[in-house]
Nanobody
Framework: EVQLVESGGGLVQAGGSLRLSCVAS????????IGWFRQAPGKEREGVSC????????YYADSVKGRFTISRDSAKNTVYLQMNSLKPEDTAVYYC?????????????????????WGQGTQVTVST
């Protein structure tokens, strides 16, 4: 059974940093695409950053480009999202997701994302 467990969320002041972690189990980590999404109250879910299978060319949403970095550690079956220069508009519940889809990184993070397995989410709150 595919399982994803996120951690690392919390309350941080604007300009601060957080690192989210997502520990995966139940599947061969390198055979799956993986990504981070977020959803703020009253807003649509947004693909933040995604990595396709077999390539290390992540997609980043324009809203986080230059501030967030996604990385995956195959030895630990973990994907990270390093978030720097946080802004109040980054406040949301952040989810990691995975799927054996061979879609491109940008498609993985798009509105028709094929991700079928999701974590429970971790809250990130950025105060002014």
């Amino acid at each position: 059974e595919v399982q994803l467990v996120e951690s690392g969320g919390g309350l941080v002041q604007a300009g601060g940093s957080l690192r989210l972690s997502c520990v995966a189990s139940g599947f061969t980590f390198d055979d799956y695409a993986i990504g981070w999404f977020r959803q703020a109250p009253g807003k649509e879910r947004e693909g933040v950053s995604c990595i396709m299978i077999g390539r290390n060319s992540p997609y980043y949403a324009d809203s986080v480009k230059g501030r967030f970095t996604i990385s995956r550690d195959s030895a630990k079956n973990t994907v990270y999202l390093q978030m720097n220069s946080l802004k109040p508009e980054d406040t949301a519940v952040y989810y990691c997701a995975t799927d054996p889809s061979y879609a491109s990184s940008s498609y993985l993070c798009g509105p028709n994302s094929p991700f079928r397995s999701w974590g429970q989410g971790t809250q990130v709150t950025v105060s002014t």
